[in-house]
């Protein structure tokens, strides 16, 4: 008898999502992520500005309370919560 678990494919490291240093950005990088993050969690939430986050956002980023993931598959980045 065999362990099936031997025949799955094993996920490609090289397509994990990972965190990505924000002392490696410009500014305008880090704000184009955080403004993207203002207008999709902040803004359908009935909140007239969401932009006015945009300073406890970044502050959230510095204190690394959110962090930078990069998707290679995807060849996108986003603001998220550590892992």
Known sequence: MTDSSEHQPQP???EEK?????ELLSEDQ???LVEE????YHGLNDTENPMEERSRVV???????LVVWFDPVEN???LGVPA
């Open 12 to 14: 490609d490291p090289r």
């Open 30 to 32: 880090l704000l184009g």
């Open 37 to 40: 993050y203002c207008t999709r």
């Open 59 to 65: 502050a959230a980023v510095r204190r690394g309370d």
């Open 18 to 22: 990972f965190t990505v240093d924000t």
């Open 76 to 78: 996108t980045a986003g």
